[in-house]
């Protein structure tokens, strides 16, 4: 088996130790920060998520993948990100109400921050309100809505309407993504910008600040 392999069977195993183990002896190997992401990380994640569709496993098993997944992020994060880049905007982040689903959320944190940006984390079940009190405090740049259930998707349309009711929508940016998302939802809702993942959230970003800033 290779370390890729490993690191999948590990994760699926909630064995958080041994993943992040083997992530760094993966980087040590000299494999792609993107490769352990997504052939090692993602592909075990991927094997849960059809099992926990089928009742093979249930809440607990994932919940303690999820954890490794995370332990598995922490010796990756500074391959994912290049350091010692002047903030370029800011970033308010946060997975919407009723969702408690954060990787994908910390994975785009993680490659905005690589980018230079600022990014206040507000975490999971994030309601408009809090969205909208952030932005504010923060002068925020960018607002990026993070969901992974079709029953809380539907909480980002609260989010631009709380932005609007407050009348700070104009100026601000409102990125949306999750498995569920499309672009057409997003345009569907009035949100700005869609992005699949989190590296090309982090590209959309960029170009919404330097644009700002020109
Ligand atoms: Co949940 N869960 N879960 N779960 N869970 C899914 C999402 C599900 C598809 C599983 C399944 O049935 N196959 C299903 C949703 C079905 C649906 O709505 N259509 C589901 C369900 C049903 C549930 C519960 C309702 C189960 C229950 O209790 N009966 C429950 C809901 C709890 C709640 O949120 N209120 C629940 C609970 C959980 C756990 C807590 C156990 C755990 C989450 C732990 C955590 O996040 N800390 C969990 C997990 C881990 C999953 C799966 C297995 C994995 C999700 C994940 O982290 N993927 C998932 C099945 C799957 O996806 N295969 C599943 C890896 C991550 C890197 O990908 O988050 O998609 P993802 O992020 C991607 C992109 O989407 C994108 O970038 C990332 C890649 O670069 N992205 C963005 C994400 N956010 C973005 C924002 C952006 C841009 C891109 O801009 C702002």
Redesign the pocket.
Same mark, same amino acid.
């Given at each position: 088996m290779s370390t890729l392999d490993d690191i999948s069977a590990f994760l699926q195993k909630g064995r958080a130790n041994e993943v992040a183990a083997n992530v760094q002896k993966a980087l040590d190997e000299g494999l792609s920060a993107r490769s352990i992401?997504e052939e090692g990380?993602?592909a075990g994640?991927?094997i849960? *998520?059809?099992k926990?569709?089928r009742n093979e496993v249930y809440?607990?098993e994932?919940?303690i993948?999820?954890?490794a997944?995370?332990a598995g992020l922490v010796p990756l994060k500074p391959h994912l990100v290049s350091s010692g880049v002047k903030a370029r905007g800011k970033v308010i982040?946060g997975?919407v109400k *009723?969702?408690?689903?954060?990787? *994908?959320?910390?994975?785009?944190r993680m490659?905005m921050e690589g980018k230079g940006l600022e990014v206040v984390d507000l975490g999971?079940?994030v309601s408009s309100d809090k969205f909208v009190a952030a932005a504010r405090e923060h002068k925020a740049d960018i607002v990026?809505?993070?969901?992974?259930?079709?029953?809380?998707?539907t909480e980002m349309k609260n989010v631009v309407e709380g932005f609007r009711t407050a009348g700070i929508r104009e100026g601000l940016t409102i990125?949306? *993504?999750?498995?569920?998302?499309t672009d057409s939802f997003c345009k569907s809702i009035g949100a700005d910008?869609?992005?699949?993942? +989190? +590296?090309?959230?982090a590209d959309a970003a960029v170009a919404v600040c330097d644009k700002k800033s020109a």
């Open positions: 992401l990380l993602m994640m991927n849960i *998520g059809g926990f569709k809440v607990p994932v919940l993948a999820a954890r997944m995370n982040i997975t *009723g969702d408690l689903h954060d990787i *994908g959320k910390n994975l785009v490659m999971v079940d990026c809505c993070s969901a992974l259930l079709t029953t809380t998707m990125m949306v *993504g999750g498995a569920p998302i910008i869609y992005s699949a993942d +989190a +590296a090309s959230a």
